[in-house]
C-alpha cells in the first residue's frame, strides 16, 4: 500500500520546481491568449462615443415654431380624452402586444438559467437495490436489500469570469427585447392616433363631398327651371347630370374608405372589425413636439436602447468565446452513507469523496478559435447594425421636420388659394344668374374651390400625422417603462 505521507513529503525539490514552471507557464498562456483577443476586439464603447461625437450639433431642417418639450409624451401632445381613452384600451388589449409583454416575461424569468449556473450544483439522491448477488457462510447465493443516500455537489469556478459574460450576454439580449417591446408599444399608440387623424380626415372630406352633391343637385334643379323658361340648353343639364353622378360615386368609394380605417383600428384596439367605432368630424389638436439636440433625441428612442443592448450582449458573447479557450477548474463533492437496513441508514458511515480538476482545451481542430472569431464578426457586425440604427434615426427626425416645414408652408398657399377661389365661385354664380358665364364656368368654379378645401383638409390631417411620426422619431413616447 502506497505511504500518503511518505510519498508527499518525499517529493524532490525538481518535481516542486516543475510544477512551479508549469504553473507560471500556464499564466502566461492565459496572458498571451486574453491580449491577444482584446487587441483584435472591437471596444463597442469607445465606438458608441466616438459616434456620438460624429453626430450633428442641430438639426438643419428644424422648423421655428412653438413646441412642446422634447419630454413630452403622445398624450400630452393631443386634446381628445377618447382618443386618449382608445390609445391606453390599445396598449391593454392589442394581441400582438400582449403575446410581445409575455415573450418579455418569459425571458426574463429565464435569466435565472444563465445565473444559477455560476453557483455549485446540489443533488441529493436514494438509491434501493435488492439483488441476489451475495453469499452467505455456506457459499448459498441470498437475497438482500441496500440502501444509499447521497449528496453530491459540482462547481465550475468562474475564474475567468466566463460564465458571467454569458450571464452578461443573455440579460443585455433580454433587455433588447423589453425595449423592443416598448417601441412596438410606442409604435401601436403612434398607429392608434394616426388611424384616427386618417378616420376623422375621411369623414371631413366624406362630409364634403356630400356638400358637393347637393349643391349640383340643386344647381341641376336650377339648370332645369331655367330650361323650361328658355334659358338653358340640355347640354347644360346634361354637364349638370354627369357632375352629380361622378360627386357621387366619390362619396361611395369614400365612404368605403372610412369604413376600412374603422375597422382597421378596431384591429389596433382588440376588437371585431365591424366599423362601428364611433369617430368624430373634428381633427384634434395635436402639438408640434421640440426636437432637441440630436444626441438627446436619439438616446429616448427604444429601438437604439435595443441595438445598443445588442451590442453589449455580442461584446459579452465575444468575450465569452475567448475565455472558453482558458484553463476551466472544476469542483465536486459526494457524501453517501450505505446500509443493508433502511432503519439507522442516516447513522451509518459515510462515504465521501472531494476532487478538482484543472483542464486546458489543447486540440480541437480549431473549434474554440472559430467560435471565438465568429463571435468577434459578429460584435463587428452588431456595431455596424447599431449605427445604422443611429444614422437611420437622424434622418427619420430630419425628414419629419422638413415635412412639417413643407406641409405648414403648403397650408399657408392653400387657405390663400381657397380664398380667392371662393370669390371667384360667388362672381360666377352672380354672372351666371345674369347669363353672362356659361354652366360650364359655375360648375368649374365650385370643382376648383371644393376641391381646394378637400386639401386644406388632406394637408391638416397630415400634418397631425406626421407630428405623431415626429414624436415617436426623438422618442417621445409613453412614460410607462416597459416590462
Keep these: 500500500m502506497l505511504n500518503r505521507k511518505r510519498f508527499i513529503t518525499t517529493t524532490s525539490p525538481d518535481a516542486r520546481w516543475h510544477h512551479k514552471v508549469v504553473v507560471v507557464a500556464l499564466m502566461l498562456l492565459t496572458t498571451v491568449i486574453l491580449g491577444g483577443c482584446a487587441g483584435t476586439r472591437l471596444d463597442p464603447h469607445a465606438s458608441v462615443a466616438q459616434l456620438d461625437s460624429e453626430l450633428p450639433r442641430s438639426w438643419a431642417a428644424a422648423p421655428d415654431t412653438t413646441a412642446a418639450p422634447l419630454s413630452a409624451h403622445f398624450l400630452d401632445l393631443i386634446d381628445e380624452d377618447h382618443l386618449r381613452e382608445l390609445v391606453k384600451e390599445a396598449i391593454g388589449a392589442n394581441p400582438d402586444l400582449r403575446a410581445a409583454a409575455r415573450r418579455v416575461e418569459a425571458s426574463h424569468r429565464l435569466l435565472t438559467e444563465t445565473s444559477a449556473v455560476r453557483w455549485p450544483f ?101 339648370i332645369q327651371r331655367r330650361y323650361r323658361r328658355g334659358l338653358g340648353t340640355l347640354d347644360d343639364l346634361a354637364a349638370a347630370r354627369t357632375s352629380t353622378a361622378l360627386a357621387r360615386a366619390t362619396v361611395v368609394a369614400l365612404r368605403e374608405d372610412h ?62 468565446a475567448a475565455r472558453a479557450m482558458l484553463p476551466s477548474l472544476r469542483l465536486t463533492g459526494d457524501v453517501a452513507k450505505n446500509k443493508n437496513a433502511l432503519a439507522g441508514l442516516l447513522d451509518a458511515t459515510s462515504i465521501w469523496s472531494i476532487a478538482g480538476s484543472l483542464a486546458q482545451p489543447l486540440f480541437q481542430r480549431g473549434l474554440l478559435r472559430a467560435r471565438s472569431d465568429a463571435r468577434r464578426l459578429e460584435l463587428e457586425a452588431a456595431w455596424e447594425e447599431y449605427r445604422a440604427a443611429v444614422l437611420q434615426a437622424v434622418g427619420e427626425v430630419e425628414d419629419g421636420l422638413g415635412r412639417e416645414r413643407a406641409l405648414v408652408g403648403q397650408r399657408d398657399h392653400l387657405v390663400s388659394a381657397l380664398g380667392s377661389s371662393t370669390r371667384n365661385t360667388q362672381i360666377q354664380e352672380e354672372r351666371y344668374r345674369r347669363g353672362l ?41 409613453f412614460d410607462e417603462q416597459p416590462l
Design 122 to 222: 446540489v443533488e441529493a439522491g436514494y438509491t434501493g437495490v435488492r439483488d441476489n448477488q451475495g453469499f452467505d457462510a455456506l457459499g448459498e447465493r441470498v437475497a438482500e436489500t441496500r440502501h444509499r443516500v447521497s449528496l453530491s455537489i459540482a462547481w465550475e469556478v468562474d475564474v475567468w469570469q466566463r460564465l458571467a459574460d454569458l450571464h452578461d450576454e443573455h440579460t443585455a439580449l433580454t433587455a433588447a427585447q423589453a425595449a423592443d417591446f416598448a417601441a412596438a408599444r410606442d409604435a401601436l399608440g403612434a398607429r392608434v392616433i394616426q388611424a384616427w387623424v386618417t378616420t376623422t380626415s375621411l369623414r371631413q372630406a366624406l362630409a364634403l363631398e356630400a356638400e358637393r352633391v347637393q349643391v349640383l343637385v340643386q344647381l341641376q334643379e336650377t
Design 259 to 320: 369604413d376600412q380605417t374603422v375597422r382597421a383600428l378596431e384591429l389596433l384596439l382588440g376588437r371585431a372589425p365591424r366599423a362601428d367605432l364611433l369617430t368624430t368630424d373634428t381633427l384634434p389638436t395635436i402639438r408640434y413636439v421640440s426636437p432637441g439636440y440630436p444626441v438627446e433625441a436619439i438616446a429616448q428612442r427604444y429601438d437604439i436602447a435595443a441595438a445598443l443592448w445588442r451590442l453589449e450582449a455580442a461584446d459579452a458573447a465575444a468575450a465569452a
Design 437 to 477: 358665364a356659361s354652366i360650364t364656368e359655375l360648375l368649374l368654379a365650385r370643382n376648383q374651390e371644393m376641391n381646394i378645401r378637400r386639401q386644406v383638409m388632406a394637408v391638416d390631417g397630415e400634418i397631425l400625422s406626421n407630428r405623431i411620426t415626429l414624436a415617436l422619431a426623438v422618442g417621445a413616447g
